[in-house]
């Protein structure tokens, strides 16, 4: 997927791997017009998942709405904590990824 997305046009900016309850590599990319992705490695999941990622300013309250909406946390790989954020993967009832996060500064 890295090489695929380095096709058209993104580079790695950085890879975050930095949680002691999963293993996971996270690859983030950037394109030249500042468009980001996120290429995740997660070895206890084994097949390709595809999700997109929302950046938020107060999780809990962001949290609280999809799970209203009848999203559900992700069997596959619970909420956590790191240094830099805090972050949970939510499935919504019709199968969609979303992995909801807020950068701690």
Request: glycine share 4%; aromatic share 10%; net charge negative.
């Amino acid at each position: 997927m890295i090489k695929l997305f380095e096709e058209h046009g993104f580079v790695q900016t950085h890879n975050k791997a930095e949680n002691n309850d999963v293993e996971f590599s996270a690859h983030r990319m950037k394109d030249s017009n500042g468009f980001h992705i996120d290429i995740l490695e997660v070895p206890a999941v084994p097949r390709t998942v595809t999700a997109v990622r929302i950046n938020v300013d107060d999780y809990d309250e962001a949290y609280e709405l999809f799970i209203s909406k009848g999203f559900h946390e992700s069997k596959a790989f619970a909420p956590s904590t790191t240094a830099s954020s805090k972050y949970a993967y939510l499935v919504s009832p019709s199968g969609a990824v979303i992995g909801l996060c807020r950068h701690i500064k």
